[in-house]
């Protein structure tokens, strides 16, 4: 009979007709071959050397002459074991020649995961960092420690985590890997697990779904079809003393880490950080200012970084850092566009995919070229309801100080128009809104909201600091706009916005402060959001306090930007002689009086003394403060016997309707004071002062901002009196007290400054008093302008301190240019203008 050869197929049984024989088929195994060399005679030979043979006679397996079919089954024998390796490391990924280390991130994984059983995870938005930093820190630990095993398994999707297993079990050369039903995962878990095997780390990078760990439908072992194998992933990292696990996703975080504590938050870069990756991909930049303002506009986020870098390179010489800076600056539109070509985009994948989950939820995902190179996930919950998601900036009566500034000879300042701001505005009309907003918003504080929260802190979308307020990154914001304007959303989350923001923010009166200093950021978000005319009120009144809050800091210029359009746009809708429009004029007058701008606020002060006077009567507190307002300005302006006509009248009258010890009654006591002491009339001033700051102390408090003013009021008459001693102990405690309260470079702790530094002038300790003055008049220059009326004074001021040193040439120059600059600015009949020509020429004489 003819010899028949069979080779058969690795993959399992195969069946094989012989010509020569009919109806004869053997079904076999693999890795055997068959051959016939009688008719009665088959041999097998297995490529093991393992050889059957079947004779004439048929005992068990044996056969004689068949005409079936033959099954017969024919055990392995065990693979030859294979000599395990010395540990090395299977990291993907070359080492970045670029990378920068930022600040102690490396050292805190590294001693995290020398800890037993440790699990770590690195946790950010997308292009953050997370893995740029893992892969450094898995070179550097193969570097400083051979004898550890490190591998880099990609946890994307969970055909990824198989082969990242499967390169394990390779890797170590596990026994029984081949076999056709071996299960991976669990080889290489229980060889993790032996701690003879040495320590070792596993980095489970891109582990941005959480199904791939838990889901054990699609986990490795159902697909042997054994019901007792489906085990999720998760459940193949184990926890032994010699290995440690990091994790570069907040996905998994802490599924798989088990705490908070285990977690690494990878924020920002530091700006020195971000200017040394810049240098690294671009070299030393030309001008070290726009290098700072470019990573700064990027967010100081490695990855846009990384890319501006490249965008730059590929189109020079005609880009540079300069230029992508504008072009990036000019609009939303333009910011996007450049995401887009810097970033490019992905192939065949949608812009925008949305996954459904549970209780109306839904997942969004959108490209790189809105969200800045990585997928950046969004939950987005009921958004109706939180609006701030896409409008929230990085971060969800002032009762003002006036002061005096002292010059020699009589060229003193004194800002006690400042404090007339209470009759400027009616906290019963502006502190309230629609009670209907306001119990609305009341309802996100149910047991669902907590949840969100949980949600957007997983994904990164949102940060939760300390003092328990969310912070949202810029990429993310930008993001989420491009995403509400795709899908026609944005004017109707504006519309919330706006809603929300007048329910939460209050007038800009002293007890609220610190939650106005929370939310001001929005309400300047909100200047750009003028809505429909159904809300324009709800959008003015945000304003108003807004620049209510803002002049009380000393923010003049923001302040007059959002009074102004707080008050055009209730004027237009409501009329000039409505009371919120005056509220507002009166407001804006104030503002413009900062400003030194005293004409302007004289016109408009006038105009809403008159109105309220026919619409309210003479006698009525919003009356009388716009009297005290405009007895401010013509303190001011040198007009005193005007000031203190309007200043008596207005304290007499709020005596009688408000009560001796009212707050505004109080405030025309001090304005009155502030006239005397400008007319020379320093024994009344103080009586009044001291009454003042004793009824302030004890209704106000120490520390409350009226009450420092008081305390500057009554040192500046010690001043003039020559007790020297009790003024600097007066002007020394305002000034600590008002930097804590108020900041560093508030314009009145800047006039409490400049207080103190008169009186050292006055004591001969010349060099503290030159140091107070440069100070003060640096920082009033960056602040309120060169040409303030404050910062002239202090110009003055250094001038009194340089002649006293005996630098009079300096001294004389200085002086000049503080006379010119008053005449061009207050007038050639201004007291002050007068007082510091007259020393121009007696110093020149």
């Known amino acids: 009979m003819p010899t028949s050869d069979l080779r058969l197929h690795p993959r399992g049984y195969k069946t094989h007709k012989w010509p020569d024989l009919d109806a004869t088929y053997l079904i ?10 009688h008719a009665d005679e088959l041999r097998i030979e297995s490529a093991m050397s393992d050889s059957y043979r079947f004779g004439d006679y048929n005992n068990g397996s044996q056969v004689g002459t068949n005409r079936g079919t033959i099954y017969n089954t024919f055990p392995q024998t065990p693979e030859r074991s294979e000599t395990p390796p010395r540990p090395f490391a299977t990291i993907p990924f070359s080492r970045d020649p670029d990378f920068v280390n ?39 630990i193969t570097e400083k420690q051979p004898d550890i095993w490190v591998f880099w398994v990609h946890a994307g999707v969970y055909e990824r985590v198989e082969d990242g297993f499967r390169t394990i079990a390779n890797t170590v050369k596990l026994a029984g890997r081949n076999e056709p039903k071996a299960n991976i995962p ?19 990078d891109s582990a941005d779904d959480r199904d791939v760990f838990d889901n054990a439908n699609i986990a490795h072992g159902t697909t042997s079809g054994n019901e007792r194998e489906r085990r999720p992933f998760a459940t193949y990292l184990p926890q032994s003393q010699n290995g440690s696990i990091i994790v570069t996703t907040r996905e998994l975080a802490f599924r798989l880490t088990g705490r908070r ?6 924020g920002p870069m530091a700006q020195t950080d971000a200017l040394a990756l810049l240098e690294k991909k671009l070299g030393s930049p030309a001008d070290l200012d726009v290098a700072a303002d470019l990573v700064q506009a990027l967010d100081l986020v490695p990855l846009a970084i990384s890319q501006a870098a490249a965008y730059i390179q590929a189109r020079a010489p005609r880009s540079s850092p300069e230029k992508y800076l504008a072009e990036f600056r000019k609009s939303e539109h333009r910011k996007s566009s450049l995401y887009s070509t810097m970033l490019g985009t992905y192939d065949g994948m949608e812009a925008h995919r949305t996954r459904f989950l549970p209780h109306g939820k839904y997942l969004l995902t959108t490209s790189a070229a809105v969200c800045g190179g990585s997928l950046v996930t969004y939950e987005l919950f009921r958004p109706a309801r939180y609006p701030w998601l896409g409008l929230k900036p990085r971060r969800v009566t002032k009762e003002d100080i006036p002061g005096r500034r002292i010059d020699e000879d009589g060229d003193t300042d004194f800002d006690s128009g400042r404090s007339a701001t209470d009759g400027a505005v009616d906290d019963d009309m502006d502190g309230d809104t629609d009670s209907d907003l306001t119990d609305d918003s009341a309802d996100t504080t149910d047991d669902g909201f907590e949840d969100d929260v949980a949600m957007l802190r997983d994904y990164c979308l949102i940060a939760t600091t300390e003092m328990d307020e969310f912070e949202m990154h810029g990429l993310v914001q930008f993001s989420t706009r491009k995403w509400l304007e795709q899908w026609g959303q944005q004017e109707t989350f504006k519309q919330k916005f706006i809603e929300r923001m007048a329910a939460s923010f209050p007038t800009g009166n002293y007890k609220n402060w610190a ?7 929005h309400v300047q978000v909100a200047v750009a959001y003028q809505p429909s005319d159904d809300r324009n009120d709800l959008w003015a009144t945000l304003l108003y306090n ?25 004027e237009n809708r409501l009329g000039k002689e409505d009371t919120a429009s005056l509220h507002s004029m009166s407001l804006f007058a104030l503002v413009l009086l900062d400003r030194g701008q005293w004409e302007e606020a004289e016109k408009l002060e006038v105009q809403v003394m008159e109105t309220s006077k026919t619409k309210l009567g003479a006698d009525h507190p919003s009356t009388l403060m716009s009297m005290a307002n405009l007895a401010s300005t013509y303190r001011n302006q040198g007009r005193w016997e005007e000031a203190e006509k309007l ?47 004793e009824t302030r102390k004890t209704k106000l408090g120490a520390d409350h901002p009226d009450t420092l003013t008081s305390m500057a009021n009554l040192a500046s008459t010690f001043w003039k009196q020559g007790r020297w001693e009790e003024a600097e102990n007066l002007f020394l405690q305002v000034m600590e007290t008002s930097k804590t309260k108020l900041g560093a470079d508030h314009p009145d702790t800047l006039t409490s400054m400049a207080n103190l530094a008169s009186t050292y002038r006055n004591q001969g300790r010349w060099e503290e008093a030159e140091k107070l003055d440069v100070q003060v008049m640096e920082t009033r220059k960056t602040k309120l302008g060169a040409d303030h009326p404050d ?39 201004h007291p002050d203008t007068l007082s510091s020509l007259a020393i121009v020429t007696k110093w020149g004489s």
């Open 546 to 570: 807004g620049g209510w809050f803002a002049w009380s800091q000393g923010r003049y210029e923001v302040a007059q930007r959002m009074v102004g359009k707080a008050r055009r746009a209730r």
């Open 261 to 266: 504590q285990n977690m690494i938050e990878i």
């Open 28 to 37: 076999v195994k693999p890795k055997f071959s068959l051959r016939f060399r």
């Open 791 to 829: 910062t002239l004074t202090s110009m003055a001021n250094l001038a009194f301190t340089w002649k006293s040193q005996g630098r009079h040439s300096t001294a004389l120059a200085l002086m000049k240019d503080c006379a010119q600059a008053r005449q061009r600015r207050l007038g050639a009949e």
């Open 186 to 204: 669990q080889l290489v878990y229980s060889w993790l697990s032996n701690e003879r095997n040495g320590r070792w780390i596993m980095i489970l």
């Open 102 to 140: 930022r600040g102690d991130i490396l050292e805190q994984i590294d001693r995290r995961c020398s800890e037993p059983a440790a699990r770590v995870a690195l946790v950010g938005l997308g292009g953050i960092g997370k893995s740029q930093l893992a892969i450094e820190f898995a070179h550097r």
């Open 515 to 521: 939650t106005c200093r929370n939310l001001f950021a």
């Open 647 to 693: 200043d008596v009248q207005v304290m007499e009258t709020s005596k009688t309707k408000l009560g001796a010890d009212h707050p505004s009654t109080l405030m025309s006591m001090a304005n009155l004071a502030s006239t005397y002491w400008y007319q020379g009339r320093w024994e009344e001033a103080e009586k009044l002062e001291v009454q003042v700051m």
